[in-house]
């Protein structure tokens, strides 16, 4: 599985750079020839010191916080990809993510049981789940205000999203079966890494070199004096609904 | 099964099962078309009909077939009056979901928003998803009177009015700061 993880990523590697999807998605290029360093240098120094001694575990972890890093960039590239092109909207959303990622890892640090030699896979979780929660967010702002991203960016975020989900579920399920799930954990994991892998190479199979076409904006008092007259009279449609609603109950 | 399991596993349910609501896009979804002409492709609004509305339900016409039809007939009238009542009610739904569609062009195309309008806004219109559910179930049912329809009417198409206004407003002023603009420009052209 790690030779076919491997062979995917160069082949994703080499997708990028000849159809010159690296200009476009500098960061995302970035992330993956990253986790190929990686799964290679893993490679290499398992096979020098060993799968169990400590300088390779901590030369493994400390490349997956790099690698983790990586992709919440190449994640925050996608949503500046889909959302920059609206001004105001990207600058709300900004927010909106960076504060939801925050509860997320709150979330994640309360809820986990803290055990010290679970320290890595509870902290790698937490931002796992905080990347998926900004990547679903990103979807119900793109839905809510019906902007529609190109289909290249929706599958790259859903195969981000796939993959967080998966890995943060597989590490829940090592906390809990410690012991006897490490090998299956990270046979999964790999797993999970080709299917995202495979998606992200069938959405880069074309070039995606075009540039994105400039919106017309309004001119910038025009949401001020609108909006507001909007919620107004939806307030007040609201109480009128309310009303309704209150004098039939009375009634009956 | 753990605490820290359910929690977890939980949370990514709820996570997967909203990423398949909000990526899942319907063929017949059409695109919002980030551009001001859409603002102004607005059909005639259903509430211009209540009149008609008004005639269908009027209790004369109710007063004289209790009077003078059998039970049969002013059943058969009573349900077709509750469909007509609930197909306004959707097309009332409608003009306000089409309002709404205008102030998310608004801000999609506005340089700057305002947080605080924007989730007054998505409460609102959650409120009224609630509200208008129960009326609809109410009418279903038989128990809502239909004269109540009147203030939602009144609302949503004044609401249409002002909004009508209020952008006329706004076209205005932008054909004086495109005006300025240019001739900003010729000036500028004139001293080259």
């Given at each position: 599985?790690?030779?076919?993880?491997?062979?995917?990523s160069?082949?994703?590697?080499?997708?990028?750079?000849?159809?010159?999807?690296?200009?476009?998605?500098p960061?995302?290029?970035?992330?993956?020839?990253?986790?190929?360093?990686?799964?290679?240098?893993l490679?290499?120094?398992?096979r020098r010191?060993?799968?169990?001694s400590?300088a390779?575990?901590?030369?493994?972890?400390?490349?997956?916080?790099?690698v983790?890093?990586?992709?919440?960039?190449?994640?925050?590239?996608?949503?500046r990809?889909i959302?920059a092109?609206?001004?105001?909207?990207?600058?709300?959303?900004?927010?909106?993510?960076?504060?939801?990622?925050?509860?997320?890892?709150?979330?994640?640090?309360?809820a986990?049981?803290?055990?010290?030699?679970?320290?890595?896979?509870?902290?790698?979780?937490?931002?796992e789940?905080?990347i998926?929660?900004?990547?679903?967010l990103?979807?119900?702002?793109?839905?809510?205000?019906?902007?529609?991203?190109?289909?290249?960016?929706?599958?790259?975020a859903?195969?981000?999203?796939?993959?967080s989900?998966f890995?943060a579920?597989?590490?829940?399920?090592?906390?809990?079966?410690?012991?006897?799930?490490g090998?299956?954990?990270s046979?999964?994991?790999?797993?999970?890494?080709?299917?995202?892998?495979?998606?992200?190479?069938?959405?880069?199979r074309?070039?995606?070199?075009?540039?994105a076409?400039?919106?017309?904006?309004?001119?910038?008092?025009?949401?001020?004096?609108?909006?507001?007259?909007?919620?107004?009279?939806?307030r007040?449609?609201?109480?009128?609904?309310?009303?309704?609603?209150?004098?039939e109950?009375?009634?009956? | 099964?753990?605490?820290?399991?359910i929690?977890?596993?939980g949370?990514?349910?709820i996570?997967l099962?909203?990423?398949?609501?909000?990526?899942?896009?319907p063929?017949?979804?059409?695109?919002?078309?980030a551009?001001?002409?859409?603002?102004?492709?607005?059909?005639?609004?259903?509430?211009?009909?209540?009149?008609?509305?008004?005639?269908?339900?009027?209790?004369?016409?109710?007063?004289?077939?209790?009077?003078?039809?059998?039970?049969k007939?002013?059943?058969?009238?009573?349900?077709?009056?509750?469909?007509?009542?609930?197909a306004?009610?959707?097309?009332?739904?409608?003009?306000?979901?089409?309002?709404?569609?205008?102030?998310?062009?608004?801000?999609?195309?506005?340089?700057?928003?305002?947080?605080?309008?924007?989730?007054?806004?998505?409460?609102?219109?959650?409120?009224?998803?609630?509200?208008?559910?129960?009326?609809?179930?109410?009418?279903?049912?038989?128990?809502?009177?239909?004269?109540?329809?009147?203030?939602?009417?009144?609302?949503?198409?004044?609401?249409?009015?002002?909004?009508?206004?209020?952008?006329?407003?706004l076209?205005?002023?932008?054909?004086?700061?495109?005006?300025?603009?240019?001739?900003?420009?010729?000036?500028?052209l004139?001293?080259v």
């Amino acid at each position: 599985m790690w030779a076919v993880n491997t062979a995917t990523s160069v082949f994703l590697l080499v997708l990028l750079v000849l159809r010159k999807n690296y200009r476009k998605y500098p960061v995302f290029t970035f992330y993956i020839f990253v986790n190929l360093a990686l799964s290679i240098s893993l490679f290499t120094i398992y096979r020098r010191w060993g799968f169990h001694s400590i300088a390779s575990w901590f030369f493994a972890w400390g490349m997956t916080a790099v690698v983790m890093c990586a992709r919440a960039l190449a994640v925050a590239e996608l949503c500046r990809h889909i959302l920059a092109r609206y001004k105001g909207i990207w600058a709300f959303a900004r927010r909106i993510l960076l504060g939801s990622a925050g509860l997320v890892l709150l979330y994640s640090g309360v809820a986990a049981r803290h055990q010290w030699r679970l320290a890595l896979p509870s902290a790698e979780r937490g931002l796992e789940l905080a990347i998926a929660a900004v990547i679903v967010l990103l979807f119900v702002f793109t839905r809510y205000y019906e902007v529609r991203p190109n289909g290249t960016a929706r599958s790259l975020a859903i195969g981000f999203c796939l993959y967080s989900c998966f890995r943060a579920l597989n590490d829940t399920i090592l906390e809990r079966y410690l012991d006897d799930f490490g090998t299956l954990w990270s046979l999964l994991g790999m797993l999970a890494f080709f299917a995202s892998l495979f998606l992200w190479c069938w959405a880069l199979r074309k070039s995606q070199t075009e540039a994105a076409t400039e919106e017309y904006l309004l001119p910038a008092g025009a949401y001020q004096i609108l909006t507001p007259q909007i919620n107004l009279r939806l307030r007040s449609l609201n109480e009128q609904l309310s009303k309704i609603w209150k004098q039939e109950v009375t009634r009956q | 099964m753990s605490l820290t399991l359910i929690l977890f596993s939980g949370f990514i349910v709820i996570l997967l099962f909203v990423l398949g609501w909000a990526a899942w896009q319907p063929r017949e979804r059409s695109r919002l078309h980030a551009d001001p002409c859409s603002l102004e492709q607005r059909g005639q609004p259903h509430t211009n009909y209540l009149p008609q509305i008004h005639q269908a339900l009027a209790p004369e016409d109710y007063e004289f077939l209790l009077k003078r039809a059998p039970g049969k007939v002013q059943r058969r009238v009573r349900r077709e009056r509750r469909s007509v009542v609930l197909a306004y009610l959707a097309a009332l739904r409608e003009d306000f979901q089409s309002l709404l569609r205008m102030a998310r062009v608004i801000a999609v195309l506005s340089p700057q928003v305002i947080a605080v309008q924007e989730f007054e806004r998505l409460r609102l219109t959650a409120q009224f998803a609630w509200r208008y559910e129960l009326i609809r179930w109410k009418l279903l049912m038989g128990v809502a009177p239909m004269t109540q329809l009147d203030g939602l009417s009144d609302l949503v198409s004044g609401l249409s009015v002002r909004m009508e206004a209020a952008l006329k407003e706004l076209g205005e002023r932008a054909a004086v700061a495109a005006e300025l603009a240019s001739s900003i420009d010729r000036r500028r052209l004139d001293v080259v």
